[in-house]
């Protein structure tokens, strides 16, 4: 039996009882960005990660579904389990169609484990630009992905910092999938919603088949509050953001809990509070039915109502 490796020094457990949010998501609410992290013993980290995080386990996970009043998931491959899906895969097979996931896989993945993994109900890939998290492979070889699993009908989820967008930007337009956005292109929140930065990078999303995830508030904000302790109004230097993105493209936003939350440092937010968030940002009903129902639907259950 191997030892099972002890969690990195100062690593914040996801938050072990979420009030219960005072909004109310809409029927067939979908959390489009959220992970598993194991449990450990099950599901190993990938020796090359560069975090070892708690157990956060599919059980967990449909527990805080239910909770919350969430419908489905969107499982995006954690990078401490590297490009082994198993952890993923597997909570998506468990959900009785109530989820999909995002692979990470390696330039030389066979047509054959592409094909496994869409029949799996895997939708797309991430590729990770931010160096702390995991090394990128080479832009070719991350071209040549997404070549292949364009005939998939998947999309590539893009997380990179955006201070790196004039660096990538001529790449990620020249790649042939739908491109979805993490946490807003993690724009800095000191600086103005209507300032030159974000500007460009919602300008890139206007001029590209791109769709923007309005995530990670926690992860954003410099001067808060966090959501804790029945916070009212959390991260309200983020909310700027998230509302310009909204309101550019109603069509073409989405919403996630980051469920367990890895790598915050500072604190870990209450997920209740997370949700009764979502209203501070799609401020009337219609923002809100695209933004948790009707467009992660389109992206993900074509076809099929909510």
């Known amino acids: 039996m191997s030892t099972l490796s002890p969690k990195t020094p100062g690593w914040l457990d996801w938050h072990p009882d979420p009030s219960r949010p005072a909004f109310a998501l809409p029927p067939g609410t979908v959390d ?9 013993a099950a599901f190993p980290f990938a020796p090359e990660r560069k975090y070892t995080p708690c157990d956060g386990g599919k059980d967990d996970l449909f ?5 919350l009043g969430v419908a489905r998931n969107v499982i995006v491959q954690a990078t401490c389990h590297g490009a082994d899906n198993s952890a993923m895969v597997d909570a998506v097979q468990a959900s009785g169609g109530r989820a999909r996931g995002i692979a990470t896989v390696r330039p030389e993945v066979t047509d054959a484990e592409l094909r496994r993994l869409d029949a799996a109900g895997v939708r797309g890939v991430r590729f990770t630009f931010l160096r702390r998290l995991a090394d ?4 070719d070889a991350l071209a040549a992905v997404a070549r292949r699993i364009a005939p998939l009908g998947w999309h ?5 910092e955006s201070v790196d967008l004039p660096e990538l930007e001529r790449f990620f337009s020249s790649l042939p ?5 993490d946490h807003m292109g993690r ?3 000191t600086e103005p919603a209507d300032g030159p930065g974000f500007t460009r990078f919602l300008r890139f999303a206007e001029r590209n088949d791109v769709w923007v995830k309005v995530t990670c508030p926690e992860r954003l904000s410099v001067t808060g509050p966090p959501a804790l302790n029945a916070e009212p109004h959390p991260y309200a230097d983020v909310v700027p953001f998230a509302r310009r993105a909204i309101e550019e493209f109603p069509d073409r936003v989405l ?7 890895p790598n915050l440092t500072a604190h870990m937010p209450d997920d209740g509070l997370l949700a009764d968030y979502v209203p501070q940002v799609a401020v009337t009903a219609e923002q809100r039915r695209k933004l948790l129902v009707d467009n992660p639907m389109r992206l993900y259950w074509p076809g099929e109502g909510a």
């Open 32 to 40: 489009t960005h959220c992970h598993v992290f194991g449990p450990q």
């Open 255 to 261: 919403w996630g809990t980051d469920w367990p939350h």
């Open 156 to 160: 590539v989820v893009l997380y990179f």
């Open 63 to 67: 527990a805080l579904r239910d909770h």
């Open 177 to 181: 999938t739908p491109l979805v956005v």
């Open 187 to 189: 724009p800095d929140v």
């Open 136 to 139: 990128a492979a080479p832009l």
